[in-house]
């Protein structure tokens, strides 16, 4: 069987970021990918010219589909406190277990090391945090800022959820900022 011409980037980058949540970014070389693309390894080196690059090229890449989900969500959701959690609570579905979400701070790691990655997590960070301060817009006891301290607190509860997955993590973020936004608001 031939190996296939052409497989758009974003497929690409797909697979490059599996390999990286599944077995860390010390797992992405070229080969790996030539064998799980299809592609030879040399069409990767021509797309992506060093490992670093292609590490950047598939992180920024999840970066993107992050925006587009928050974007679509904050769309959805109503824009009350309630929507605000919505927002965070489907945020958070990505967590199915402690272990899927520690392969998940494998990349964070990398996003941390490039000076690139971690402004597109901060720019992230603060897209998402005006989403949600839009939600407490006309609620009398809504602190300046509710924003980016929600945006925290999930930070928070996501992270410790990982230490006691005892519930699904979206009912523990649920109870978690729920109870959080109440004592906020008083």
């Not at 697979?15 to 070389?29: E, F, N, W």
Request: proline content about 5%.
């Amino acid at each position: 069987m031939s190996r296939p011409k052409k497989i758009p980037d974003a497929r690409v980058l797909d697979i490059a970021l599996r390999m990286i949540q599944t077995c860390g970014p010390a797992s992405l070389t070229f080969a790996a990918l030539a064998k799980e693309s299809g592609l030879s390894a040399a069409t990767l080196v021509q797309r992506f010219q060093n490992k670093e690059g292609l590490v950047r090229a598939s992180l920024l890449h999840a970066w993107d589909r992050l925006d587009t989900r928050t974007e679509d969500l904050a769309g959805q959701m109503p824009k009350t406190p309630a929507g605000a959690v919505d927002i965070l609570v489907a945020l958070s579905g990505d967590c199915r277990d402690a272990e899927s979400y520690s392969d998940s701070l494998l990349v964070l790691r990398e996003d941390f090391r490039d000076p690139v990655l971690r402004r597109r997590g901060v720019a992230w960070k603060e897209a998402l945090s005006a989403r949600l301060e839009a939600c407490f817009e006309g609620t009398p006891a809504a602190p300046d800022g509710i924003g980016s301290l929600l945006f925290t607190q999930w930070q928070g509860t996501v992270l410790w959820w990982g230490f006691e997955p005892d519930q699904p993590v979206d009912d523990f973020v649920r109870q978690n900022l729920e109870r959080f936004v109440a004592t906020l608001l008083g």
